[in-house]
């Protein structure tokens, strides 16, 4: 997610959308495209930069992977209104900070585009209070590359001449 961390133990949020409401649309090995739109740490966030998402749902749970990073995270999926979909996840970084993804998009057949926000919070060594918030939104757009929806070159008739 652009910001990418190794979120294996990232902690999931209590609420949210039940599973059996997320498009099966939204499953499978995505393309996605970042650009920076605004932040208040340059040195931090990437102005731009090209992921692999994977969304799979075991069980109950929806896991967002990033072959690129090996990065693995539970998701939680916030609302369902037609093709619009929120989903975050909140994961521990670096001993002391949590990172906080919030992505929202509009899914269209093997492509999406929207929003990911971004909070990074780092909190005291010592006393374990806020010290630090840092933020980033980037507009993001998405290409299927794998998965049920995508229209498979070998399933199309071949047109004999």
Known sequence: ???????????VFEAGVAIEHVPKALYGSWRVSAKLDKTNAHSIFKPQSLD?????????????????????????????????????????????????????????????????????????????RLIKTQTATYHIKGEKIAGESVIETSSIEEIQP
């Open 52 to 128: 692999f998402w994977s969304l799979s749902r075991v069980g109950d749970v929806i896991e967002l992977d990033n072959p690129m990073t090996g990065a693995t995270a539970e998701v939680l999926v916030q609302t369902v209104e037609g093709n619009i979909i929120v989903f975050s996840k909140k994961s521990p970084y670096d001993g002391n900070k949590i990172l906080t993804d919030t992505v929202t998009i509009r899914l269209n057949g093997n492509e999406f585009s929207g929003i990911n926000s971004l909070v990074l919070e780092t909190f005291s060594l010592i006393d374990k």
């Open 1 to 11: 997610m652009l910001f990418f961390v190794q979120a294996s133990n990232a902690e």
